[in-house]
């Protein structure tokens, strides 16, 4: 029974992380034409290892502050300049990094495995969709950018406080947290 747990066990986290680096790399463009499918390949095995080694940790224990989360997503960024050869600008941005550290965190969370992630995964949706509840609420909304760009973690924390402000002055989310916020708002269209 127990290596049937453990094969469960691999087969879910396989799947995660599929998911994950198919959501975070998409359309981020990020690979140099010469990057081989192996060595793309080594950069995610490396890296799920990085995070599923050195980074969880903290998220198992107990809440993660947001700047050690911001730190934490840093780290994943710098991590990838180890991989230089395969980036056209020799590392992942910060934008793709905290796509790969939210959603991998999200599905933790959703699964039981982790606290909650003091964060959310920002994409185009999640940013649309705050634009448009912070408009209904006489709020300045957040501009619109693309999350495959941020170079730092100015946008993303802009995003991050539109969705405390939504959480304050709308008494549908009131009682929620960012990370349960993204869930209510989340759609897949």
Do not use: C
């Not at 192996?38 to 290892?49: A, D, L, N």
């Not at 050869?85 to 969370?109: C, P, R, S, T, V």
């Amino acid at each position: 029974m127990e290596l049937l747990k453990e094969s469960q066990h691999s087969f879910i986290q396989n799947e995660i992380w599929m998911l994950t680096f198919g959501a975070a790399f998409q359309r981020a463009n990020i690979y140099n034409k010469t990057a081989s499918e192996e060595q793309r390949g080594y950069f995610k095995t490396m890296t799920r290892g990085f995070i599923e080694n050195v980074v969880i940790d903290s998220y198992k224990t107990g809440k993660v502050s947001d700047e050690q989360h911001v730190e934490n997503i840093k780290g994943i960024s710098e991590y990838s300049s180890n991989f230089s050869e395969i980036f056209q600008e020799g590392k992942i941005n910060f934008g793709i990094a905290q796509k790969i550290l939210n959603l991998y965190l999200k599905y933790m969370w959703s699964l039981g495995h982790i606290q909650e992630p003091p964060h959310f995964p920002i994409d185009r949706i999640i940013q649309s969709k705050l634009i448009g509840h912070t408009r209904q609420l006489g709020i300045k909304p957040i501009a619109l950018k693309p999350w495959t760009q941020f170079n730092d973690e100015k946008h993303y924390l802009e995003v991050i406080n539109s969705a405390r402000d939504l959480i304050l002055n709308n008494v549908s989310f009131a009682k929620h947290s960012l990370a349960e916020l993204e869930l209510l708002l989340f759609d897949r269209r």
